[in-house]
């Protein structure tokens, strides 16, 4: 069993900026990739962006080129930097973590943009 924990999520303007951080129980090492998703009030989950254990990073296209995907395998820790905010960008952001057998979340942390 992993346990994902989130935090970074708070209210901010439009245009502002967040840093997301995932921190896992387990080595990351052991994950084929991790990621980040969300759900707005309404909708289905989706997919922001994923990193793998190679480091070859997926985004979707609703935030490339605002939003970067890294880790810290020293730190177990999976880290989103979500820049230019916008009000669309209101969710609650899971971390997911995946390897073979399993696929794990977090309980999830709220962004809010205001505009």
């Known amino acids: 069993q992993v346990q994902l924990v989130e935090s970074g999520g708070g209210l901010v303007q439009a245009g502002g900026s967040l840093r997301l951080s995932c921190g896992a129980s387990a080595s990351i090492f052991s994950a084929t990739s991790m990621g980040w998703y969300r759900q707005a009030p309404g909708k289905q989950r989706e997919l922001v962006a994923t990193?793998?254990?190679?480091?070859?990073?997926n985004y979707a296209d609703s935030v490339k080129g605002r939003c970067t995907i890294s880790r810290d395998n020293t730190k177990n820790t999976v880290y989103l930097q979500m820049n230019n905010l916008k009000p669309e960008d209101t969710a609650v952001y899971y971390c997911?973590?995946?390897?073979?057998?399993?696929?794990?979340w977090g309980q999830g942390t709220q962004v809010t943009v205001s505009s």
């Open positions: 997911n973590y995946r390897d073979s057998l399993s696929n794990y």
């Open positions: 990193i793998s254990v190679f480091g070859s990073t």
